[in-house]
């Protein structure tokens, strides 16, 4: 059997700049609480995609929970939703005790649809928050998103955990709406091995989050709590992960979109393939290279051929509102994330990948299609 091929996998940095930011950990006996890789992980980040203030967390999942907590959201409150993406997107709302909408995507993003998001306000005009996610690197319509939620003024929170190294307009995905938040999650396009960042240009807000994230204690000597909390800090040592990585950050983008280009070139005759979209304002970091399939080759067709090969690839999300946990809730649209679940898939994009293992993929799809 061949060297298994993955879809996306941590790709530590040639000059070992991890585990020197590690080692410094090991040195100073800053393994915890907190320390400077954490402070200087979030002044790197922030200065990065270009905003006031970053609180460093345990996940992207705990960025998007603070978030909601930072807009207000609480019991009953309606919170709109994509309905392609990871459940990570959706689930905090539940903690909230919220309640999400789900709404559909258009073709020419793949993202949350402007126009079902406009007929989402009409039929809820007392929703408390929007939560856009710009999905496999691509960026959502945000000029139409930011301006509608401007006009029916509501917290905008930008998902951007697959978005990191992504453009909209020459402007960082992730710093439109008034939170972001960014994955370190294992598969993403840079790996703490696990962790997350809520951004803001509202440094009060920030630091509200870091408090929360530290069980809310409040400034006295015994233990004091006058709010609920949450252990949502990372750690020293996994912040210095972060900061090694945000360093190969745009080589990481670079290859990416080679692969991706690679991908459009080898297989961009076969009759029945449309690759992801893209838009003159968008520069994706293109995460995963993903493309729909409207022949008589279906995905699964390609995903079976791939692992017989041991190389793994995956559909596109199963939308929320097709999900079990999820399908009593409200969805606003067509049956557009429907139609991209059902013909979509995601090509191997690890930036481990060489040339040959490339050529591997291009050879196995090829040969469904009799070439
Ligand atoms: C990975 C991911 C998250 C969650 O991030 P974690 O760090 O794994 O909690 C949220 N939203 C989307 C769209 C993701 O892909």
Known sequence: M?????????????????????????DTNWIAPLGENVNQFEKELAAKVGCEAAAALSSGTAAIHLALKAAGVGEGDVVFCPTLTFSATANPIIYQNA?????????????????????????????????VVHLYGLSADMEKIVTLCKKHNVALIEDAA??????YRGQHTGTFGDYGIFSFNGNKII???????????????IAKARFWATQSRDQARHY????????????NVVAGIGRGQLKVLDKRVEKKNYIFEFYKRELGDLKGIEF????????????????????????????????????????VW??????????????????VAENLFRDGICLPSDTKMTESDLERVIKIIRELWGL
């Open 276 to 315: 992801m979209p893209s838009n003159e304002w968008n520069t994706p970091n293109y995460w995963l290279s993903s493309l729909t399939l409207n022949g008589n080759i279906r995905p699964l067709d390609i995903m079976q051929a791939l692992e017989k090969e041991n190389i793994e690839s995956r559909p």
């Open 99 to 131: 309640i999400p909408v789900f709404i559909d995507s258009d073709y020419e993003t793949w993202n949350m649809s402007p126009k079902a998001l406009e007929e989402a306000f009409v039929k809820y005009p007392n929703v408390k928050a929007v939560i």
């Open 2 to 26: 061949q060297e298994r091929i993955f879809l996306s996998s941590p790709h530590m940095s040639d000059e070992g700049f991890e585990k020197q930011y590690v080692q410094e950990a090991f």
């Open 224 to 235: 004091q709590h006058s709010e609920l909390g949450y252990n949502y800090r990372m750690s």
């Open 191 to 205: 790996t703490t091995s696990g962790g997350g960042m809520l951004v803001s240009n509202n440094e009060e807000i």
């Open 318 to 335: 199963k939308p929320m509102h097709m999900q079990p946990y999820f399908e009593k809730y409200d969805f606003i649209g067509e049956d």
């Open 162 to 167: 697959e978005s990191l190294g992504t453009y």
